[in-house]
């Protein structure tokens, strides 16, 4: 696994969030949207990593269609955090295109399991 991008940077990813949601929290008193967003940001990383032990690759695909879909919520809530500004447009471009960049490794690895190339 040391050497699965889709995990190293969804882990990265996660630590992004986590790092954004304390910054929310502390200096920007916000809980709800940055809960949600915590949920889904960290639930990325999470599936990408129960795919390596599922039990099949019907169970594998399914775990990283679910990546996919946390991947796109996450989208939302950074969407909405930017556009209520509760973040500025220069923290949201950088963690949301590293969220894109996500998104894109994900969609490529679950065509290519469907043969959808």
């Not at 169970?59 to 809530?77: H, R, V």
């Not at 509760?86 to 969220?99: A, L, P, Q, R, T």
């Amino acid at each position: 696994m040391a050497d699965n991008v889709i995990l190293n940077k969804s882990k990265a990813f996660a630590l992004r969030i986590i790092k954004l949601y304390k910054y929310l929290v502390e200096q920007k008193c916000e809980y709800i949207l940055s809960k949600q967003l915590l949920r889904c940001g960290t639930s990325i990383g999470a599936n990408v990593k129960e795919s390596a032990f599922a039990q099949s690759r019907a169970d594998f695909t399914a775990k990283l269609f679910i990546a996919q879909k946390e991947c796109a919520e996450t989208e939302y809530w950074l969407e909405l955090l930017n556009e209520s500004e509760y973040i500025n447009k220069e923290e949201f471009d950088s963690i949301y295109g590293d969220c894109q960049e996500l998104m894109r490794l994900i969609v490529a690895s679950t065509k290519t399991l469907q043969g959808k190339n």
